[in-house]
Nanobody, 115 residues
Framework: QAQLVESGGGLVQAGGSLRLSCAASANIFSFNTVGWYRQTPGKQRELVAS???????NYADSVKGRFTITRDSAKNTLYLQMNSLKLEDTAVYFCHMDKWNYRYWGQGTQVTVSS
């Protein structure tokens, strides 16, 4: 069992930055894949960024060059640095961590980008 606790969401103007955090109750490197999804009302959850055990980050085309996913082994925390935010980045962001074909989810954090 593992618990994921997210923080860092909020309201930001377009062009601004936010950093999301996802603290895990277990060793973050014990998970096969870690990443972030986002969801807006009426739409399916979509992948934003992920890192596999091979340490290669993967990004959605819509966020490439603007978002960066990293992890801190000392703090067992996953981060999503979001720069040059756009109105369409507004969503609830969820972190996930996968172990043995089981996916753990964070509680979600709201990101709202205003004009």
């Amino acid at each position: 069992q593992a618990q994921l606790v997210e923080s860092g969401g909020g309201l930001v103007q377009a062009g601004g930055s936010l950093r999301l955090s996802c603290a895990a109750s277990a060793n973050i490197f014990s998970f096969n894949t870690v990443g972030w999804y986002r969801q807006t009302p009426g739409k399916q959850r979509e992948l934003v960024a992920s890192i596999t055990s091979g340490d290669t980050p993967n990004y959605a085309d819509s966020v490439k060059g603007r978002f960066t996913i990293t992890r801190d082994s000392a703090k067992n925390t996953l981060y999503l640095q979001m720069n040059s935010l756009k109105l369409e980045d507004t969503a609830v962001y969820f972190c996930h961590m996968d172990k043995w074909n089981y996916r753990y989810w964070g509680q979600g954090t709201q990101v709202t980008v205003s004009s």
